[in-house]
């Protein structure tokens, strides 16, 4: 079955970085729109980052000039690269593939946590 593998989550401290991979199959990394989202304790999955399949970005205002999402064709892995970090972005990340229509399935990967303490 279809599996999104994450990798790079850790501890850093405040102003570090820390770069999240997530492997995508290929027929997915060809066909879907891939973004990346977070999760707080209680709290609903929020919106981190998007790439479309032609390269377009999107980010979450709290994360924009320090988050850099990107595709690697080579390594077929999304990609994000994750500067300055702050206390706040402590959360779990997931990897997540986009319905491409209503008639397909979404995929997300199992969660990798990032943590920036001192």
């Known amino acids: 079955q279809v599996q999104l593998v994450e990798s790079g989550g850790g501890l850093v401290q405040p102003g570090g970085s820390l770069r999240l991979s997530c492997a995508v199959p290929e027929s997915i990394f060809t066909s879907n729109d891939m973004d990346w989202y977070r999760e707080y304790p209680g709290k609903e999955r929020e919106f981190v980052a998007l790439?479309?399949?032609?390269?377009?970005?999107a980010y979450t205002d709290s994360v924009k000039g320090r988050f850099t999402i990107s595709r690697d064709k080579a390594k077929r892995t999304v990609d994000l690269q994750m500067n300055n970090l702050k206390p706040e972005d402590t959360a779990v990340y997931y990897c997540?593939?986009?319905?491409?229509?209503?008639?397909?399935?979404?995929?997300w990967g199992q969660g990798t946590q990032v943590t920036v303490s001192s």
């Open positions: 790439i479309t399949r032609g390269g377009r970005t």
């Open positions: 997540h593939a986009r319905r491409v229509n209503v008639f397909k399935h979404e995929y």
